[in-house]
């Protein structure tokens, strides 16, 4: 059975009960008699296995042609004069 959280607006008590969903819903409070309000809370999340890790559902890369630079040094002329010794 799924747990809800109730807040009293008289004595600012928080506290989790377990009913069923379509249960009565609780009204008033168990320590002050104040008047409850369901919260919301943040879902319980439990990992089991023996992990999770980027390349359990990875997607294959596309292969990537190496990137030429967009201006390229001109190249150096040979030396075509001859030295003489």
């Known amino acids: 059975m799924p747990l ?12 989790e009960v377990e009913h069923k969903p379509k249960g009565m819903p609780m009204k008033f409070c168990p320590s002050c008699g104040g008047e409850l309000k369901r919260v919301f809370s943040s879902a319980g999340i439990v990992f089991k296995g023996s992990g999770f890790y980027v390349t359990d559902h990875k997607k ?3 292969k990537k042609e190496p990137t030429k630079p967009a ?12 030295s003489k010794s």
């Open 4 to 15: 809800y959280d109730y807040k009293c607006a008289k004595c600012k008590k928080v506290f």
């Open 60 to 62: 294959p890369e596309a």
């Open 71 to 82: 201006n390229p040094e001109p190249s150096k002329p040979a030396d075509t004069k001859a």
